[in-house]
């Protein structure tokens, strides 16, 4: 992930990798619900996915850091969340209306749930069969 073109890797790679995806994770979805915010409770179903963003992240290394291999398995894993969000954007600039950003807020916060209690439970087997 944090390796130069010559196959070297810094001691601080993998945190500047991860840390400012956190901020980008937080400060997109929360544009999402700014144009959605025409809708009942955007603002915080953005602010909901936000914190869940960040949350799968932490997940993740929570259990590398306790020797489990990194999962980034989804359904809503960073690839997927900006995929969805890709896409409500571009219908939002060709119908804008916030029902697409709305519509993807939504579908994001049930598809970080089930991110959060897959990566949590593959953790949890992982450390409870050492």
């Known amino acids: 992930v944090s390796q130069s073109r010559y196959g070297k890797k810094s001691k601080t790679g993998d945190l500047w990798n991860d840390v400012p995806d956190r901020f980008a994770?937080?400060?997109?979805?929360?544009?999402?619900?700014?144009?959605?915010?025409?809708?009942?409770?955007?603002?915080?179903l953005a602010w909901a996915n936000g914190v869940l963003a960040v949350m799968t992240a932490y997940l993740r290394v929570l259990g590398a850091s306790l020797k489990s291999p990194h999962y980034y398995?989804?359904?809503?894993?960073k690839p997927h969340r900006?995929?969805?969000?890709?896409?409500?954007?571009?219908a939002e600039a060709i119908y804008p209306s916030g029902l697409f950003?709305?519509?993807?807020?939504?579908?994001?916060?049930?598809?970080?749930?089930v991110t959060c209690f897959r990566r949590l439970s593959k953790v949890s087997s992982d450390l409870e069969s050492k």
């Open 25 to 44: 994770d937080v400060a997109i979805i929360l544009g999402a619900g700014y144009i959605a915010s025409s809708y009942s409770f955007a603002i915080d």
């Open 73 to 77: 398995i989804g359904p809503m894993a």
């Open 82 to 90: 900006m995929a969805l969000l890709t896409m409500a954007f571009i």
């Open 101 to 113: 950003s709305y519509i993807a807020l939504i579908i994001m916060f049930v598809g970080q749930l």
